[in-house]
């Protein structure tokens, strides 16, 4: 058992003591600092800047006016309303898939998952940066789990090769990111495509970072790359680019339906709330139409324009940045002097990136406007960056 004045004081002596802190989070891209200074949010995962939009906040209010303040019972029972199901609809539609299960976050989607498609007999094989959440639903799943280094085909084969000489009999289950949360960099998922179909193993992609920000209707890289049939599981969270919460999969209706009998984070955990499911609606609506098109030029541009600011002109667009700094301390310092200057972009540590690694992760989502990230990418040069 943990004795808690020795772990917090290690975590203190490694610069990983962390803490809550509230921060308003406002329209326009800005958050109120608990002192009351007004800065330039930069942490937020709200890409198309959604969570302060008025479909969404007036569908969260008629939501909750029409259907109660909270959905009462698990999915099973009495949860689900006739808004989940339209939510699950118009993602199945556009994923492209015969089905599609929401969940009440993008964790409890990544746990239930991959535990209800993998069992003790089967291998999931993972790209190494994976997100915390896949990793946890791969070692719930009671399968072996392997990794291969990050977005290298080679060693996706090789572990590949290994899981079918081990374990000829069992199914293998490939999971990767589309856009790496603390990198922004792409996978490549033809390639992975390619890959699984020579094993026969199936695939399940997490676009947490893709959905609503690539591709043309806005369903994330896969559809951007055109493999969208090629992906058995395209997962995704709706707390970043749709501005709420909550997570999805969208597959078969036969997967669909081992979900809805096996995945224990949706079968033993209360609906989301009905107000939520109307709220997320609204955002896929958005992210599909005209408006949603409109607002990723709008934070492309903005990315393309801190990318050449950077030094970097030309990288694949993601709105994710992430500005390396190596110590832990030294992150930290980093951030408090952006803070100073009116922007913020707390540092990120291990264990969310591998030690050495502790970076500064921007944002720039459609809330921001060229001004704001023009005066950022002059702050930012002057910043000292490790070659990571
Ligand atoms: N997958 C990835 C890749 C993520 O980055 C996150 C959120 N950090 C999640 C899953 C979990 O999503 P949620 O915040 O909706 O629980």
Known sequence: MKIPEQFLSELKSAGLLRSLRNVECLPGGMARMEDGREVVNLASNDYLGLAHHPALVEAFARGARDGGAGAMASRLVTGTRRVHSGLEEALAELKGTEAAVSFSSGYATSVGVIASIADGNDTVVMDKLSHASLIDGARLSGARLATFLH?????????????????PAGGILVVTESVFSMDGDRAPLRELVRLKDEFGALLLVDEAHGFGVLGEHGAGLAEELGVSSGVDFQMGTLSKAAGLSGGYVA?????????????????????????????????????????????????????????????????????????????????????????EQGFLAPAIRYPTVPRGTARLRITVTAAHQPEQIEALGKRLADLPRSAY
């Open 151 to 167: 977005n290298d085909m080679d060693s996706l084969r090789r572990k590949l090769e290994h899981a079918r000489r081990v374990n």
């Open 251 to 339: 597959c078969s209706r036969a997967w669909a339906d081992v979900m809805i009998n096996s995945a224990r984070s949706l079968i033993y955990s209360t609906a989301p709330p009905p107000a939520l499911a109307a709220a997320a609606l609204a955002a896929v609506r958005i992210i599909s139409g005209e408006e949603g098109k409109a607002l990723r030029r709008h934070v492309s541009a903005l990315a393309e324009a801190l990318s050449a600011a950077l030094g970097t002109p030309g990288r694949p667009v993601s709105s994710i940045f992430p500005v390396v700094i190596g110590e832990n301390e030294a992150a930290l310092s980093a951030a408090q002097r952006l803070l």
